[in-house]
């Protein structure tokens, strides 16, 4: 009979399994056996939005030691795998194991990037000591990935709750606990965490307010994954992949680009319709005109982009076009109604043709959104721009070749 033979009846009821090794960094996945049925597992994890990524204010404590120093990574998150398998009488083995990732800043900007980086275990096993309390209708104590780290955890088969103790190590022989042994050390646990928590939320309240003060509104932030590159042009040497939700310094916007401060002396460009900007900057980056703004009174520029044209018209279908959002400002209906729409619309196509072919990546198109009730969306070829702007297209002919939806937007109805 082998030493661990007595402790099999144990491992039905409740099962942990870990391994780390310091000089092998990966994520093993531990596990637990639950005697309640699976759909009431599911809805329990789902409450303890286990499903669900979260975000890592801080590594240490939570990833097992590596090659590269923690302090030089930010933007840590991680997302639970969790599997659930059958078991003897009835009974469910949960197994998860938590991917971290984390930004990595090296001082050569062309190394930064995001990595995944091994648990150590702390998560997935108070993930399963939260969902032991759940399932016995005890009160749940916050995630560990709230609170600043404690100890970090050693890979072990949790026993705690059972008559076998538990048992820390490959080697280690079994430790009897009693329960009230058992339920005091958990106790302090949880109040321990609780503190930390309240630090924590406190220390990044303080982090928050210091942002704020720094740069209030000279942040933009990333809508979706998007490349950075050095120079505003998507030809140029790419930098790296920025992620949903962060943020950059803001440095200065032209042409559907903005020059972003990425970390010390490092610059990149992104795409400007990639970035959501403050009040504050949106000014920055809209036409300055003052004759366009002199003759229609009626209409401002709210915001300008270069995307890939967003419909079906053949002309335009899946290429890039400089799109112009338009809010109307006035209630004068002579100067916001259809006939000054069309008049509009027109000034616009000649003054963006004339700023698209400075720039370094021209689009084949022009679209003029108009953000209003009545809507309206315009768009014309480049091409076509440049024939009515020298004369080739008369005014009519140029119209019957641009994109005018509905029609009775920019038009005049004959009664």
Known sequence: MTPLAPLRPFFSILLTLAIFTPSRAQTIPYARSFAQPRPQI????????????????????????????????ERGFYQFSIELLPADQGATVVRLSAKITAWYADRDVAKSGYEVLPSNGRLELDLLDRLQEKLAGRPVHPPASSASPVEMPHAKLDL????????????????????????????????????????????QNLREIQRNQAHPQSLVTVKSSVPIYSKPSDNARLLFHAAANDEFE????????????????????????????????????????????????????????????????APLKGKAVKIYTVQPVSPDPRETGPAARLNFTLALFQQASIEVSEASSKPEGVVVIFDAADGGIAGATLADIHSYADGSLTRDQFLARCRLDPDEAFRVQNK
């Open 42 to 73: 599911e809805e329990s994890l789902k409450s303890l939005q286990a499903y669900s990524g979260q975000k890592l204010p801080i590594l240490e404590g939570f990833v097992a030691s590596g090659s590269k120093p923690l302090d030089r990574y």
């Open 160 to 203: 705690s709750g059972t008559a076998g103790g538990a048992i820390s190590g490959p080697s280690a022989s079994p430790i009897a606990k009693t329960p009230n042994e058992v339920a005091e050390i958990r106790n302090k646990r949880i109040i321990e965490e609780r503190r930390v928590q309240q630090l924590s939320s406190e220390l």
């Open 250 to 313: 803001f440095l200065d916007a032209a042409d559907g680009w903005v020059h972003i401060e990425i970390s010390g002396d490092a610059r990149g460009y992104i795409q400007e319709g990639a970035v959501l900007l403050p009040e504050r900057l949106v000014a920055k980056t809209l036409p300055t005109d003052a004759a366009l703004d002199a003759r229609f009174k009626g209409f401002r520029i709210d915001h300008q982009e270069s995307s890939l044209f967003p419909g079906d018209w």
